[in-house]
């Protein structure tokens, strides 16, 4: 999954937001890649903090959707238009090779692969789900490694 924050304490907000995760009952494991500054893509606002996280989960894909939603809302997440600034972005990107479209959920996520937001720290924790091809197709993106 996509975490990403770009109002108050981005990164100490990712940073919680990533032990909440491991702290649920029904998160087995997760593995965090490093956390990324990147600037906004189709939104307003001041640059981002971007991480990805691998789960092991026993949630279904809905249950995880809504476990993200709530997480968002207790953080201060507002969505007064599309791609305002935000408190905290939690976007499930991948399930395995799962794919689902409905009006809630779409996996794979459908921007993912236009986003170096979010191809960077994937490529970290999953070098074989990133192609050197789909990096070359959004290397105009300001994404940079954060040292924290």
């Known amino acids: 999954m ?7 304490d981005a990164l100490a907000t990712l940073s919680q937001a990533i032990k909440d995760l491991q702290a649920h009952p029904k998160v087995l ?3 965090a890649s490093s956390f990324y500054a990147s600037t906004p893509v189709e939104a307003d606002g001041p640059d981002f903090v ?3 996280v691998e789960l092991n989960t026993t949630l279904a894909p809905y249950e995880l959707l809504a476990a993200l939603q709530l997480m968002e809302h207790s953080a201060g997440r507002q969505r007064p238009y599309l791609n305002a600034p935000r408190t905290l ?3 499930v990107l991948l399930v395995d090779d799962l794919h689902l479209t409905d009006a809630s959920l779409t996996i794979p996520h459908p921007r993912m692969w236009q986003r170096a937001f979010v191809l960077r720290p994937l490529q970290e924790l999953a070098p074989d789900r ?5 990096l070359a197709a ?6 940079d490694k ?3």
């Open 89 to 91: 972005d939690l976007d």
């Open 29 to 31: 494991s997760l593995r």
């Open 2 to 8: 996509g975490l990403g924050a770009n109002l108050g």
């Open 138 to 143: 959004v290397a105009s993106q300001r994404v």
């Open 146 to 148: 954060m040292r924290c």
């Open 130 to 134: 990133v192609s050197a091809m789909q």
């Open 50 to 52: 971007n991480a990805v």
